[in-house]
């Protein structure tokens, strides 16, 4: 079955008996059959552990669950989808704001200058959207798009679908605002994880050695500022602020490690499934202004947007960490209903073509696009973000 806009708003109409669509992959490390994985590392040096039925059409089951890890868990996920949204802006025209640091000097160079609000850890519920203001100075929660943002919910989502649809997708919770203020909450709709099936082993360790080229070995310590090693000197005492250690611990010497890290894992099988909730989306509206005509127009709009962001994250190659490059053995699509239906293959021009489609027909019921199609908005840090981050990487304001 070809996937159309016709289709998407039959499925998401309030009055649709749909459920949604299910994306499976087979995938297999880039290294081939039974090559090792790393998945997410957690505190502890642990992996996530579960044991779960496997897929019918894709494991033999003794009448046991077996033994998973999550390779790449449903956050993690979403967060690779927004990241693939917001490369495709020149293309797609998603809306985006950014969070403009440059004005603020001497900042460690890992640190980005400007945070786009796809990397918002919170979506539009995030601390940073809070302390921000417009460029000029006044509080970003008073400006218009502010208010609307800081008071959208699932049935009155106009401000989301028009500056930060990514929130109707993957969810977000309003709890940065204060107890007496907003706390309005949206479950994901689009959910998707990465499971190894049947680890070859359970608890291998990483085992080596840290060389040196000339073997730096002295009893003499370091003295250094643990802030900054570049100043680091050999002595006996350590004066306040300062650490005295082996000199191992500011890298030079051979480093024997081992036991603190997992290693990589050999999986009997590797499955990816994404699943995008019909009834999920079905809850949002757009108040009272608009009929439910706009409402499905946006919810179409949103499964055209998650399709897209998946083949672009996912429909190819894609490296997840060190360790973690996999690639598609074979992918399907389908329909979930009264009657699930195959879908024909999805592809990056498809799902582009379906996204530019469902946004033209959004405006043209009265959606309103306002963040769509345009330059980002630039935000600035209030004062108070400002301090926090100076007192937060203090040698900056020295440099």
Do not use: C
């Given at each position: 079955m070809e996937l159309t806009l016709g289709r998407l708003l039959a499925g998401t109409a309030a009055d649709?008996?749909?459920?949604?669509?299910?994306?499976?992959?087979?995938?297999?490390?880039?290294?081939?059959?039974?090559?090792?994985?790393?998945?997410?590392?957690?505190?502890?040096?642990?992996?996530?552990?579960?044991?779960?039925?496997p897929p019918a059409s894709e494991a033999a089951s003794d009448g046991e669950p077996q033994a998973v890890f999550v390779i790449d868990n449903v956050p993690s996920q979403a967060n690779r989808l927004e990241e693939a949204l917001r490369a495709s802006r020149p293309a797609t025209g998603v809306p985006e704001?950014?969070?403009?640091?440059?004005?603020?000097?001497?900042?460690?160079?890992?640190?980005?200058?400007?945070?786009?609000?796809?990397?918002?850890?919170?979506?539009?519920?995030?601390?940073?959207?809070?302390?921000?203001?417009?460029?000029?100075?006044?509080?970003?929660?008073?400006?218009?798009?502010?208010?609307?943002?800081?008071?959208?919910?699932?049935?009155?989502?106009?401000?989301?679908?028009?500056?930060?649809?990514?929130?109707?997708?993957?969810?977000?919770?309003?709890?940065?605002?204060?107890?007496?203020?907003?706390?309005?909450?949206?479950?994901?709709?689009?959910?998707?994880?990465?499971?190894?099936?049947?680890?070859?082993?359970q608890d291998t360790r990483i085992h080596g050695l840290k060389g040196d080229p000339l073997n730096l070995s002295i009893e003499e310590d370091a003295i250094y500022d643990d802030r900054d090693h570049t100043g680091w000197h050999l002595g006996s005492k350590a004066e306040k602020g300062e650490t005295k250690k082996k000199l191992s611990e500011i890298?030079?010497?051979?480093?024997?490690?081992?036991?603190?890290?997992?290693?990589g894992v050999s999986f009997r099988l590797i499955t990816q499934r994404a699943t995008v909730s019909f009834a999920q989306l079905r809850r949002i509206g757009l108040g009272t202004e608009l009929d439910d005509s706009a409402a499905t127009a946006a919810r179409a709009l949103l499964v055209a947007m998650g399709l897209h962001a998946h083949v672009l994250a996912f429909g190819r190659g894609f490296s997840l960490r060190s360790g973690a490059d996999l690639r598609v053995l074979r992918s399907s699509a389908t329909w979930l209903g009264n009657a699930d239906e195959t879908l024909a293959e999805l592809d990056a021009s498809t799902t582009e073509s379906l996204l530019q489609e469902a946004k033209s027909h959004s405006r043209d019921v009265g959606v309103s696009l306002e963040g769509w199609d345009r330059e980002p908005l630039v935000l600035l840090p209030k004062?108070?973000?400002?301090?926090?981050?100076?007192?937060?990487?203090?040698?900056?304001q020295d440099t």
């Open positions: 649709s008996f749909d459920d949604g669509i299910m994306l499976d992959a087979v995938l297999e490390p880039l290294t081939g059959p039974g090559g090792t994985v790393k998945p997410a590392i957690y505190p502890g040096g642990q992996y996530q552990a579960d044991k779960r039925w704001m950014i969070l403009d640091l440059t004005g603020l000097d001497g900042l460690p160079a890992h640190l980005l200058r400007r945070i786009s609000s796809w990397h918002f850890p919170h979506r539009n519920a995030d601390a940073y959207l809070r302390d921000a203001t417009d460029e000029e100075g006044t509080d970003f929660s008073r400006q218009p798009v502010g208010r609307d943002l800081f008071a959208a919910t699932t049935s009155s989502a106009a401000a989301l679908v028009s500056w930060w649809p990514q929130a109707l997708l993957y969810g977000f919770w309003q709890s940065h605002l204060g107890k007496k203020r907003s706390q309005a909450k949206h479950a994901r709709a689009w959910t998707s994880e990465i499971i190894g099936w049947q680890p070859a082993a890298g030079h010497g051979q480093v024997p490690f081992g036991g603190e890290t997992p290693a004062a108070n973000l400002e301090k926090a981050i100076a007192a937060s990487w203090p040698l900056s």
